[in-house]
Nanobody
Framework: QVQLVESGGGLVPPGGSVRLSCAAS????????MAWYRQAPGNERELVAA???????DYASSVKGRFTISRDNAKNTLYLQMNSLKPGDTAVYYC??????????????WGQGTQVTVSS
């Protein structure tokens, strides 16, 4: 069993910043790619940013230059630093990880989500 737990969401004023964390725990051998997704009411879930185990990153055009994805492989933790937030960034943010468990099976795991609301 592997669990992903996000934290760090909340109410943020426009122009503000927030840092999300996603901690993976359980029967983990290693974690390959990790990513942040978001879903706003009435919208489909969309990719925000992704990072390989080696640190290569990719961003949605809407967040490029404002958000930074990073990870700590020793702690099995993923981060998303969100700056210059806009009301359009309001959504539930989910982390996703491709996990190799101790039995060497590979599967995709999702967190439960954390709400980020950008409003004055």
């Amino acid at each position: 069993q592997v669990q992903l737990v996000e934290s760090g969401g909340g109410l943020v004023p426009p122009g503000g910043s927030v840092r999300l964390s996603c901690a993976a725990s359980g029967s983990i051998f290693s974690i390959n790619a990790m990513a942040w997704y978001r879903q706003a009411p009435g919208n489909e879930r969309e990719l925000v940013a992704a990072i390989t185990r080696g640190g290569n990153t990719d961003y949605a055009s809407s967040v490029k230059g404002r958000f930074t994805i990073s990870r700590d492989n020793a702690k099995n933790t993923l981060y998303l630093q969100m700056n210059s937030l806009k009301p359009g960034d309001t959504a539930v943010y989910y982390c996703k990880a491709e996990v190799v468990n101790t039995g060497r099976a590979i599967f995709v795991s999702w967190g439960q989500g954390t709400q980020v609301t950008v409003s004055s």
